[in-house]
């Protein structure tokens, strides 16, 4: 299966789910760590879609709209060139002024579980206390360990180094992956559905022979029906 049958067998496997049984239909895949699940979705973006990712950040100094492009493709040989990051169920130590902490990095059951929240500072802290064995430490402490957290564990975040063209200040921009393909799915399955629902109406033709048309056809027709 590809292009538009692919897109609307992926759609129609997600649409009805939430959280990780969604990633799981949209990756077509259970990824055991943040960075292989990253990876598989901007795969399966570039295969559906194209390599060019349009997105808009917004600049956290002046909050101008500031418009990029990514290369999804780009983005994810890097990230397959990168080491492996170490599994998430394995425990790794911060010596401290005080106890040594101990923390395990977070894979994607964590963000599954967290799912509903949906303030940034919340999510980080709610994550963070998933992952260290023992009560919340100090804000210095938790800043460290998610340093060393970023550190051993390349992918996990997928973020962009942008600078505002309307005051010149600049910002780190993070963006989730799987957030964009369920996006970009969904806008292209119901509007290709739209197209599906005109047709059949004007046409009398069935779901089947109007996706065999393919785009250039449709659209053709598409412009007949509103002539
Ligand atoms: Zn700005």
Redesign the pocket.
Known sequence: MHGEALTLALWEGAAGRRGLAREAALLDATPRSLPERNLLALRRYAHLFGAELELVGR?P????A?EFTIDAVDCADAMEGGPAAPAAAEWHVLETDAAPLRFRLPGPADLGALDAVEDPADFAESLLARCIDGPLPDAAARDAISRRMEALMPGAVVSFSLL?P????GWSAPLDPVELLWRELRLRAESLLGDVAVLARGFGWSEREILELGAVRRAAYLQLLAA
């Open positions: 600049c100094h002046c909050r101008a500031v505002c309307d005051c010149g200040g």
